[in-house]
């Protein structure tokens, strides 16, 4: 299984690989939003897409709206994972088609009850 | 300071005695770290201290707060999601049909802790059941600990409770951000009645439970115990109630006079 | 939302816990002359108020070397900028989402100062932690745009923890634009 991995820091992105190679996820890793469209279009059938908010280039809930208005790309499940914590935000990014939401600072524990939450079967179970 | 070995083993009988709470060699330590806060809380140097002052006053409020440090609390939303799965699917639609005359459902969640759990089902509910709008829906969440069940019924929960299990959904529908804390809508907080019970204490004459939520909790408590409180919930369900366990919990190893069932990858237990 | 003291420290603890597994303990500042890496975001709203994070170069090193989960020594400067840049992102986003306004959070600035203590604004909401035997330091001042000499000179004095009125006293530097 394919996991996207888009935020504008490297040890985020570390911190965020770390967790799901565990669970057997194959990981690709972009820094903004034009970059991990670039990704997607290289990996249509990605599962799923961790996303932060605030990046260069283009941000989170940009990425969001473009991969929805993308037809290609309706079975993958975007996960925006970001300090943005305002509930305004937040129904910002479920309304442009954002699948959940998980604020920063999160545990392991809670990055996997929201990939529970998406519905998605983890290859390997950590 | 170390504790001591009688003074663990009187720690341990207490616990077994007054909540049935089972404690192994190996959970000392653990003792240690629940107990030295409470000691320092009550001005007392160390848990020799606290344990000196409990052999020589009757049992009282310190006795309590010793029971409600050594319980475990940790409860998240939805936990492991798939009770709360079968419950939608399955549960409640059989039960709607089947209580259309009456209109009404009562739910029983046990051992609720800080209120995750019965703050759920009535999320769930309210969520994707509106046509029970009318009904007559009992929640009952109980638990031995009064102070946690105080912070349930303030229904206010921090991010990082937040963000264990809650679909976002639900928390923009169902909480309003208060600083750093969230809290609970009104009215769901309205659909629950947090009440104290010991499990293990006799329980009061209720109405009979629609659907039980016994969840980690018999994990804590030698078999007799077991035995005893899966009584006493054949005694206040309903004849096609529905019992949920926690995912490691097995009632057929300890009472046989259970059915189980896989519903939405979820073992449900019911009458025979 | 006011943001106060406690809600500072109480923010910055669960990111360096929930993030690091790092222990935080408050300790009254205690000026190091030391070279300090400053991390800031700033956040646009009615007010704009910069979040900055301050450390010595070895504490940002050691927490950089936490994020990265990798061996001492190993990691380039660039890197450790990020992850303290990502430190200031997390802390300014829960800062923006207690004060509950609708608010821009800008991308992180990481910067070296000399002598930071002395550019200091005096008055601003602050806190600090013993990390690892090294002082982490949060600081929440408003950005003061075009304010006439006047309102300087009366800068309100709030008693307590709450958020002070003060000049910037920062070293040069802009933040990227909103996102």
Redesign the interface.
Known sequence: MQILIVD?????R??LR?IVETLGFKVVEAGHGIEAMQQLGSFPTTEVALVD????EM?GLDFVKAVRANPLYEQTKLVMV???????K??RA?MAG?D????????A??LL?KL??IGLTMPRVC | MALDVQDFEFIRNFLLKRSAIVLDDEKRYLVETRLQPLAQSEGLANVRELVTKMQKTPVNGLHQKVVEAMTTHETTFFRDINPFNALRKSVLPELITARSSTQSLRIWCMACSTGQEPFSVAMLIREYFPQLQNWKISILATDLSMQVLKRAREGVFSQHEMNRGLPSTLMLKYFQRNGMNWQVNEDIRRMIVFQQLNLIEPWPLMPLSDVVFLRNVLIYFDVTTKKSILANVRRIMRPDGTLFLGGSENALAVDDSFKRLEIEQSSVYRLR | MQIDEQMLQQITVDICQTMLGLELTPITPDVEAARQLVASVEIRGVRDTIVEVLANEHLMTSIAEVMFSSERGSLSENEIRDAFGEIANMIGGNVKGVAGEEAQLSLPLVAAVEDWQNRFPHGCLRTSFDCCGSTLMIVLREAVQQVSSANQTAAAQIQGDRLFECSMGFSPGTHSPVQ
């Open positions: 504008d820091s490297t040890a985020m570390k911190i770390r908010w605030n990046m260069p941000n970001t300090s943005e914590t305002d509930p305004t937040m129904a479920m954002a959940e939401f998980l604020m920063k600072p999160f545990t524990e809670m009850d529970h939450l």
